[in-house]
């Protein structure tokens, strides 16, 4: 199947630093990607829809100015978490379609210290 | 909304079968998948169903019923390893996101 590649799989970080994760589609072009995260104990919750050439679709309850995300490529996407608290220590993961089939990315554990 | 539901804990012995049930709106449905996921780890495709009827892989297969809106998962032969999260995830015509259900915590016991 096809490949999402995420980095970095793990970040800590000091409170009030920003952190920018990166998902790649490595043979394939992704127009549309998706950011999850995860809590300890709970299922994934869609963050965003990364839009190539245009602005991302945020979800319900989630800051657009915190958590930026640009789509610059068709095979990039990136998500930066800004002004990081330990709050937003979470399991943050993407996803890219291609077809019928949705394919994740490895994951990103960030931590906030 | 778009309520996708399914059981929190199932316990089940090895070497038995068990089945994970799912039901969700069916209002935009495009697609049911279904994901492992084990602690720590990205989740792991199992299947997709987009018309009625089972599709068989190996020891898993999945049904669905579009009219219901409903789905299960079915494991056969259970191994020690397949303790995990089992994830239902439906794909709504809105940009063919994926909406998650809240994972289905499996133990397998000996």
């Known amino acids: 199947g096809a490949v999402v590649s995420q980095h970095p799989s793990r970040v800590i970080c000091k409170s009030g630093t920003s952190v920018k994760i990166e998902c790649r589609s490595l043979?394939?072009?992704?127009?549309?990607m998706f950011w999850y995260r995860q809590f300890p104990k709970q299922s994934l919750m869609l963050m965003a829809t990364?839009?190539?050439?245009?602005?991302?679709?945020?979800e319900q309850g989630v800051e657009k100015d915190k958590f930026l995300i640009n789509h610059a490529s068709l095979t990039l996407s990136t998500l930066t978490v800004t002004s990081a608290h330990p709050e937003d220590s979470s399991f943050y993961i993407c996803?890219?379609?291609?077809?019928?089939?949705?394919?994740f990315g490895q994951g990103t554990r960030l931590t906030v210290v | 909304g778009q309520n996708i539901d399914q059981p929190t804990e199932m316990t089940a012995t090895e070497g038995a079968i068990v089945q994970i049930n799912c039901t969700y709106q069916?209002?935009?449905?495009?697609?049911l998948f279904w994901y492992q996921q084990h602690a720590g780890e990205a989740p792991t495709f199992l299947s997709y169903?987009?018309?009625?009827g089972l599709e068989e892989k190996g020891r898993f297969s999945s049904f669905l019923s579009r009219s219901k809106g409903y789905s299960y998962l079915l494991l056969k032969e259970l191994q020690m390893k397949d303790s995990a999260s089992y994830l239902c995830?439906?794909?709504?015509?809105?940009?063919?996101?994926?909406?998650f259900g809240q994972g289905t915590e499996l133990s397998v016991k000996p």
């Open positions: 996803s890219a379609p291609q077809g019928p089939e949705a394919f």
């Open positions: 069916t209002s935009g449905f495009n697609g």
């Open positions: 043979d394939f072009q992704a127009t549309t």
């Open positions: 990364s839009n190539e050439g245009s602005k991302a679709t945020y």
């Open positions: 995830a439906v794909r709504y015509n809105q940009g063919g996101k994926l909406i």
């Open positions: 169903n987009v018309l009625d």
